[in-house]
């Protein structure tokens, strides 16, 4: 079947724009979450919903970064203000919590460089 | 909040040598320890995890061990190969559906 996929693969935008940047996950997989990878490290937590409430948003940076994830399946980072700290590779992953191997399954990030 | 730490941050091997990673979390309420493989310009995989009610686990030619007391976890890939070499994660959570937290990685080239 389908894995996770993220659009766009490639994001460049200008400092002080607004981006939003998103994920569709794997078909039943109610668990999804979102992760920032800085050159050279690794994967940073962000944010996670189960369903569509955000369990846990505690990764957040600020309050410019935002995400919803309004019906359950696709969910949208959101982006305010952008600034050139905030060029990384945004990852998003799903899981399906209710099977015995709960693997959380990345999709292929969208690269974000804010010039 | 949890803390992994891993080394070496580069490790080279000469195909068909052992590997070895180390790491250590911060966090007594962590349960579930993934280890993900990561080729360049690719997304993470996830290759082996343990729970904390196991101390080993094997698959092929992959072991993780976990030391819950001393909160130390490994990974060790023996016969190495030259498509072994990647960035390697180890990770740490509290459950397994919940959010996961990386170590820095270990760059490990297999040298054939």
């Known amino acids: 079947g389908a894995g996770v996929s993220q659009t766009p693969s490639n994001k460049v935008t200008e400092k002080g724009k607004y981006v939003e940047l998103r994920c569709d996950p794997i078909?039943?997989?109610?668990?999804l979450y979102w992760y920032r990878q800085s050159l050279g490290q690794g994967p940073e937590f962000l944010i996670y919903?189960?369903?569509?409430?955000?369990?846990?948003d505690s990764g957040l940076p600020n309050d410019r970064f935002f995400a919803v994830r309004p019906e359950g399946s696709v969910s949208t980072l959101k982006i305010q203000r952008t600034e050139r700290g905030d060029s990384a590779v945004y990852l998003c992953?799903?899981?399906?919590?209710?099977?015995?191997?709960?693997?959380?399954?990345f999709g292929p990030g969208t690269r974000l460089t804010v010039l | 909040g949890e803390n992994v730490e891993q080394h070496p941050s580069t490790l080279s091997v000469q195909e068909g040598d052992s590997a070895v990673i180390k790491c250590t979390y911060s966090d007594s309420a962590s349960n579930y320890f993934p280890w993900y493989k990561q080729e360049l310009g690719k997304r993470p995989q996830l290759i082996i995890d343990?729970?904390?009610?196991?101390g080993e686990k094997k698959d092929q030619r992959i072991a993780v061990t976990l030391n819950k007391t001393a909160k130390h976890f490994s990974l060790h890939i023996t016969e190495t190969q030259p498509e072994d070499s990647a960035v390697y994660f180890c990770a740490a959570s509290e459950t397994s559906y919940d959010k996961v937290i990386f170590g820095p990685g270990t760059s490990l080239s297999v040298i054939p």
């Open positions: 992953a799903s899981s399906h919590p209710d099977s015995s191997y709960n693997e959380q399954f």
């Open positions: 919903f189960q369903g569509t409430g955000a369990a846990d």
């Open positions: 078909s039943g997989h109610t668990a």
């Open positions: 343990i729970r904390s009610n196991v």
